[in-house]
C-alpha cells in the first residue's frame, strides 16, 4: 500500500494522483481507477481495502451485501479479493452520483466483474438478507450500523461492520459508560450482543491513520 501521503485525506484521489499508484499490484491497479474516476475521496479507497482484506481472511464466499454502500467500492473490493462470491448488491436508498461512473471503470479494468454487482436503491430494512449472505458495511452512520447487525443476525448472515458516528441518543452503551469511553462501548455492547445470538466475533482495528473510527467488527454464526 502506498503510505507515501495521508490515506485519509477527505481530498478526491484524481488522474493527478495515478503515479502515486505505479505497480501491477491489485491495490495500485485499484487506485488507478479510482483516480481515473477522480471522484472519490482518497480514505474511501483505503478504508475499502483494508477492510476487504481484513474481513476476506475470515468470511469466503457468499452474496455480497454492501450496505450503506454508497459508490459501492467495497462491493467490488471484495469480488477482487475473492472471486467464489458469485455477485455482490449495493444497497443504499441514495448512492453518490459517481457510482455509475466506478462501477463501469472497475468493470472496464476486471471484465470478469460484469454483471456481477447491482446497485439497488432500498433502505435496509426492505431488502432480504439470507444465511448464505456476507454483509458489509463500512462507517454506516450511529444506528444504521444496528439496523445492520440486526438485519443481519434475523437472517443468520455473516457481517462485518466498520461502525462511524456513534450517536448517543440512539446507540446503547449498556451498562459500560462508566468504565470505557462511549463509542467504544457502544461498539463493544454490539460484539457482546452478537456473540449472545450465536455468532462467533471478532474484534480488529484498520490503521488509525485511514480513518479515527476504525474499529471493525467482523461476525459468523457459529454452526450449532
Ligand atoms: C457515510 S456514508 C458511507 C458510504 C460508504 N459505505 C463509504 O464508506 O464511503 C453512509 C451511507 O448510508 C446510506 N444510508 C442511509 N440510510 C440508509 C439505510 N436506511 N439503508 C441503507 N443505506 C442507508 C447513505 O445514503 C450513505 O450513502
Same mark, same amino acid.
Given at each position: 500500500?502506498?503510505?507515501?501521503?495521508?490515506?485519509? +485525506?477527505? @481530498? $478526491? *484521489?484524481? %488522474?493527478?494522483? !495515478?503515479?502515486?499508484?505505479?505497480?501491477?499490484?491489485?491495490?495500485? =491497479?485499484?487506485?488507478?481507477?479510482?483516480? +481515473?474516476? @477522480? $471522484? *472519490?475521496? %482518497?480514505?474511501? !479507497?483505503?478504508?475499502?481495502?483494508?477492510?476487504?482484506?481484513?474481513? =476476506?481472511?475470515?468470511?469466503?464466499?457468499?452474496?455480497?451485501?454492501?450496505?450503506?454502500?454508497?459508490?459501492?467500492?467495497?462491493?467490488?473490493?471484495?469480488?477482487?479479493?475473492?472471486?467464489?462470491?458469485?455477485?455482490?448488491?449495493?444497497?443504499?436508498?441514495?448512492?453518490?452520483?459517481?457510482?455509475?461512473?466506478?462501477?463501469?471503470?472497475?468493470?472496464?479494468?476486471?471484465?470478469?466483474?460484469?454483471?456481477?454487482?447491482?446497485?439497488?436503491?432500498?433502505?435496509?430494512?426492505?431488502?432480504?438478507?439470507?444465511?448464505?449472505?456476507?454483509?458489509?458495511?463500512?462507517?454506516?452512520?450511529?444506528?444504521?450500523?444496528?439496523?445492520?447487525?440486526?438485519?443481519?443476525?434475523?437472517?443468520?448472515?455473516?457481517?462485518?461492520?466498520?461502525?462511524?458516528?456513534?450517536?448517543?441518543?440512539?446507540?446503547?452503551?449498556?451498562?459500560?459508560?462508566?468504565?470505557?469511553?462511549?463509542?467504544?462501548?457502544?461498539?463493544?455492547?454490539?460484539?457482546?450482543?452478537?456473540?449472545?445470538?450465536?455468532?462467533?466475533?471478532?474484534?480488529?482495528?484498520?490503521?488509525?491513520?485511514?480513518?479515527?473510527?476504525?474499529?471493525?467488527?467482523?461476525?459468523?454464526?457459529?454452526?450449532?
Amino acid at each position: 500500500m502506498c503510505m507515501r501521503f495521508a490515506p485519509g +485525506s477527505r @481530498g $478526491r *484521489l484524481t %488522474r493527478y494522483d !495515478l503515479d502515486r499508484f505505479p505497480g501491477d499490484s491489485l491495490f495500485d =491497479r485499484l487506485g488507478r481507477v479510482v483516480c +481515473s474516476v @477522480g $471522484r *472519490l475521496p %482518497r480514505k474511501e !479507497l483505503y478504508e475499502a481495502w483494508e477492510l476487504g482484506r481484513r474481513v =476476506r481472511r475470515r468470511c469466503r464466499g457468499g452474496r455480497v451485501v454492501d450496505v450503506a454502500g454508497g459508490h459501492g467500492l467495497l462491493a467490488h473490493v471484495m469480488l477482487l479479493l475473492d472471486d467464489s462470491s458469485p455477485e455482490a448488491v449495493v444497497v443504499d436508498p441514495d448512492p453518490p452520483p459517481a457510482a455509475a461512473a466506478l462501477h463501469q471503470a472497475l468493470v472496464a479494468e476486471w471484465p470478469r466483474l460484469n454483471g456481477r454487482v447491482s446497485y439497488l436503491r432500498v433502505d435496509v430494512q426492505r431488502f432480504v438478507l439470507t444465511a448464505g449472505d456476507l454483509v458489509v458495511s463500512s462507517h454506516a452512520c450511529g444506528a444504521l450500523t444496528d439496523a445492520i447487525l440486526d438485519a443481519a443476525a434475523e437472517a443468520s448472515a455473516a457481517v462485518a461492520v466498520l461502525p462511524c458516528c456513534h450517536d448517543l441518543a440512539t446507540c446503547d452503551p449498556g451498562p459500560l459508560a462508566g468504565w470505557m469511553e462511549r463509542t467504544l462501548a457502544v461498539d463493544a455492547v454490539r460484539a457482546l450482543r452478537l456473540e449472545t445470538r450465536g455468532y462467533a466475533v471478532s474484534t480488529q482495528t484498520i490503521p488509525a491513520a485511514v480513518t479515527p473510527k476504525n474499529r471493525l467488527l467482523i461476525a459468523r454464526r457459529e454452526l450449532p
